[in-house]
Nanobody, 119 residues
């Protein structure tokens, strides 16, 4: 499973960006898919994800970010509005993939896309 993420860039505070991530390869079932981020000097943290029937958001993302799916479950988007300098980070797409019925999912990471929010 390969994950291709794009959409990062430089934006001023208060602006918006949309990230996209597409999974490809020999896909049986993606059980979870979403976005994490890692700011300089900090640990990687969940931003938003689809997991089973649930949609999870970090508290910092609620009300500003929206995760959505494409026409297939293999593509997810992250619409980020009202960005602040605190959102500056490398954003990583992650997918949990099950390769057959009953198998435990394996996590896959995309290459990361840099989001820089200037004040």
């Amino acid at each position: 499973v390969q994950l291709q993420a794009c959409g990062g860039g430089l934006v001023q505070a208060g602006g918006s960006l949309r990230l996209s991530c597409a999974a490809s390869g020999s896909i049986f079932e993606i059980t979870a898919m979403g976005w994490y981020r890692q700011a300089p000097g900090k640990q990687r943290e969940l931003v938003a994800q689809f997991s089973g029937r649930n949609t999870d958001y970090a508290d910092s993302a609620k009300g500003r970010f929206t995760i959505s799916r494409g026409n297939t479950k293999n593509t997810v988007y992250l619409q980020m509005n009202s960005l602040s300098p605190e959102d500056t980070a490398v954003y990583y797409c992650k997918a949990d993939h099950r390769r057959t019925w009953g198998a435990a999912p394996t996590g896959y990471w995309g290459q990361g896309t840099l989001v820089t929010v200037s004040s």
